[in-house]
């Protein structure tokens, strides 16, 4: 492999070490967020969400070459042995915790420990028999085929119904493995393996119908985003599918890349297996319930496997050993968008609406905003990525552009096309904007900042990605203007 291959594989495995939890985490640190708060109360839409986590119960089908099954956190509990603090202090567990209804009795609900299991747990070159129980149960014993010459998993999953106000209900369906295999990196071997992997599917409905999924084998780059239409996805029984990447496990809708993922190992039909939760208390308070009984240990903070090692050579010089830290639990940061906004495409302009929720409004308001500015982000590959200051048409030299190099797509060039509208607070804002300028430019994303009336803009949000298509084609399409309507109010912290 070469040291660039080498690099690249390394940025995708940063990405998918690290970018899940933090990044849902780090919603919480932004200007604009709402506290994380526990709350006894639910809230009377609940039947609804809960019927609509099990009539969207997923499809999963693993790889012929998967050897790490799915299984439940019932099947784990028995074989934790210790916890483990960030500081390395050791503490032995009491087994009669290790449960579903007692898990977040550990002290501070978990936050910072490691469960940790005794037995080895770097599968190279191979795993000890004693540790044989990290392949699930699929995996160990002998496996039922079916007359399509295929197993099938009965395994439970986990799924959290999110309302987000207007009719939007988020369902995001949780996986657990007892073991993540990592991918190969160059010279240092299989990079990446960890005890426990939490995976999830996530999609959302709109009054009571599905319009979306997102997928997360789409790892790494600037503007890459798993978000697809209902209709482009494979379905069952009006249910999605999604294919399993072997050993690593994120799920994708089509063949990837770097993940391996076939249409020819076992089917995982979670249809009558989603355990059901309710993530908040609603759209406005946006407060994070506590969960009772044999949902208490949703509430668990802490991490589901043994700590990372740090002590190989190359540690320094990528950070990662061949083992490294477990994940955390499932019950995240919900109340992002998904990964992008689906818009179709248009042939002049680009129409944008959008709305700010009250949190945005009122920092608004004591700051005197009246303007808002608009910008479409348009993008197109660098053909000549040795030369940055070199346009590809000589005849676009005015055209105020951006250069960067994007760990998936390579050299990009970017120009925003921008516009500035008066403030309308509550109400819903449409601009028209002019087309990405410059041949094949197309749509990536905007953002909106909010400015005084002189111009000056005192916050800018972050990008928000837009997936485009074409009403007569299936999947995602390029193209230079869109017509887009985000039903996802502006909290500023996506
Ligand atoms: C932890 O593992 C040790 C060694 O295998 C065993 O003696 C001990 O009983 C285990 N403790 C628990 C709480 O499982
Ligand atoms: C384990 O925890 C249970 C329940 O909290 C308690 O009754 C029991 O005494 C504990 N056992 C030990 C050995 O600490
Ligand atoms: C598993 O399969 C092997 C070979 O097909 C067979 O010999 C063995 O008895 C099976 N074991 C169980 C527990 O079914
Ligand atoms: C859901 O239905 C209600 C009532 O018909 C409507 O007001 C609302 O806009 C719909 N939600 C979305 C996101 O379209």
């Known amino acids: 492999m070469t040291s660039a291959a080498a690099l690249w594989c390394l940025s995708l495995l940063a990405g998918r070490v690290v970018s899940s939890p933090l990044g849902l985490n780090d919603q919480y640190q932004q200007p604009f967020s709402s506290p994380y708060t526990d709350s006894p109360v639910g809230q009377n839409n609940d039947m609804v969400i809960l019927d609509l986590l099990a009539k969207y119960a997923p499809i999963f089908k693993l790889s012929e070459l998967e050897a790490f099954f799915p299984s439940s956190v019932n099947y784990m509990f028995p074989h934790y042995n210790f916890t483990e603090s960030p500081s390395g202090e050791i503490q032995h567990i009491n087994h009669s915790l290790i449960t579903r209804s007692h898990l977040d009795q550990l002290p501070s609900s978990g936050q910072g420990l490691f469960l940790s299991i005794n037995e080895d747990h770097n599968p190279q070159p191979f795993l000890e028999e004693e540790s044989e129980y990290l392949f699930g149960p699929y995996g160990r014993e002998n496996e039922t085929r079916y007359e399509d010459g295929r197993g099938r998993l009965e395994e439970e999953v986990y799924g959290f119904g999110v309302d987000r106000g207007g009719g939007i209900v988020d369902l995001w369906y949780w996986t657990f493995y007892p073991f993540n295999f990592g991918k190969p990196v160059g010279p240092f071997g299989i ?16 009054n009571g119908t599905a319009i979306s999924a997102d997928y997360t084998t789409h790892t790494g780059g600037r503007f890459s985003a798993g978000t697809y239409r209902w209709e482009d996805i494979e379905k069952i029984d009006g249910r999605p ?24 190992g076992p089917i995982w039909d979670t249809k009558s297996h989603v355990v059901p939760a309710i993530y908040w208390n609603g759209p406005e308070s946006r407060a994070k319930l506590r969960h009772n009984g044999d949902l208490s240990w949703l509430n668990y903070r802490g991490k589901w496997g043994n700590k990372g090692e740090t002590d190989c050579w190359w540690h320094r010089i990528v950070g990662y050993c061949q083992v490294v830290d477990a994940p955390w639990g499932p019950n995240r940061g919900f ?14 302009f680009s129409t944008y609406k959008f709305k700010f929720a009250s949190n945005v409004l009122d920092w608004a308001k004591s700051h005197n905003i009246e303007l808002v500015k608009i910008e479409q982000i348009c993008t197109r590959p ?18 105020d552009m951006e250069v960067y190099e994007d760990e998936v797509e390579g050299w990009m060039e970017v120009q925003n096309v921008k516009s500035i509208i008066g403030f309308r607070g509550s109400e819903k804002h449409s601009v ?24 000056r803009c005192l916050s800018t949000s972050n990008e928000r990605k837009i997936c485009t298509y074409d009403q007569n084609k299936r ?9 887009l309507d985000d039903i996802d109010e502006w909290r500023w912290d996506y």
Do not use: Q
């Open 241 to 264: 599918v999604a294919y399993v990447a072997a050993g690593s496990h994120g799920v994708g809708k089509l063949f990837k890349l770097v993940d391996i993922t076939d249409d020819e």
């Open 191 to 206: 990079l990446g393996n960890h005890v426990a992997d939490w995976e999830h599917l996530r999609m959302r409905t709109v």
């Open 382 to 399: 660098k053909t000549n990525p040795d030369d940055p200051d070199d346009p590809d048409d000589p005849d676009e030299l005015d055209i």
């Open 475 to 483: 999947g995602h399409t390029f193209g230079s203007a869109v017509d």
């Open 335 to 348: 109340g992002i968008p998904p990964e992008c906004i689906i818009a179709p495409l248009t042939k002049e």
């Open 432 to 455: 028209t904007l002019n087309p990405c300028k410059g041949r094949r430019f197309a749509v990536r994303a905007y953002k909106l900042s909010l400015c005084l009336l002189n111009g």
